[in-house]
C-alpha cells in the first residue's frame, strides 16, 4: 500500500528529469497521487458503508479499514465507529485471525488518536450502544488518552458539546446536535468504576 509519505517521497523522484530533479514534474507527480490516495481514501469508506458488500466480501473490509488506517484517515471516522465491533472472521493463508486484527477497525482507531477519541464519544452519547460497545469504545479510547487524563477528557468533551448545543449557530452544532449528555455522564461514571479496578 502506497502510503502519503511514499507518494511524496515518489513525487519527488519521479520529478527528477534525466537525473536532474524537476520541480514541475515533482509538483505534477506528487498532485496526482494526491488526487489517487484521495479517491482511493473515498472508495474504501463508500465500501465499508454498503453493509450488503461487507457480507459478500469479508476481505474487502478487513482491507478497507487496514488501507484507511495506514492513511489515519480522520474522514472515516464515522464509518470506523460504526463498524468497531466487525469481527474478521475470515482466515488468511490458513490462520485463524486474533486479537486486535479479528476487529480492525479498533486498531484503525486507535492508528487515527485524539480525533477518534470524539468520534467514539459522540456515537456513544448519540446511540443506544450495547454494552460490548461500550466495552470496545472504552478499550480503544484507553489507548489513545493515558488513564490520568481519561476523565479530564470525558469531562471536556461533555462540555464542548453543551456549549455547542446552547447555539444551533454554530458550525459544529450538526456534529453535536443528538449527543445526549446523560449517556456521556452515564459513560463517564462506568470509566470512573473501571479506573478504580486494578489493571
Known sequence: MLSLYSAVFLALMLGQDGGKWSEVG??????????????????????LADDKGLEKRPNGAYYSIKFLESLRSTKAIPVLCDHLLYEQ??????????????????????????????GLLSRIGSFNVSDKYRQVAFGVIEEIVDRENLIMTLDRFEERVKKIQEFPN????????????????????EVR??????T
Request: charged share 30%; net charge positive.
Open 26 to 47: 515533482a509538483r505534477a507527480t506528487y498532485a496526482k497521487d494526491i488526487d489517487s490516495i484521495q479517491q482511493m481514501e473515498a472508495d474504501a469508506i463508500r465500501a
Open 193 to 198: 468504576r473501571k479506573l478504580k479496578q486494578p
Open 89 to 118: 472472521k475470515v482466515m488468511f493463508y490458513n490462520n485463524i485471525v486474533v486479537g486486535r486484527e479479528a476487529f480492525p477497525a479498533s486498531g484503525a482507531l486507535v492508528a487515527i488518536g485524539l480525533p477518534a477519541v470524539d
Open 170 to 189: 454554530d458550525r459544529n452544532y450538526k456534529k453535536y446536535k443528538d449527543v445526549d449528555i446523560k449517556r456521556i455522564e452515564s459513560f463517564k461514571a
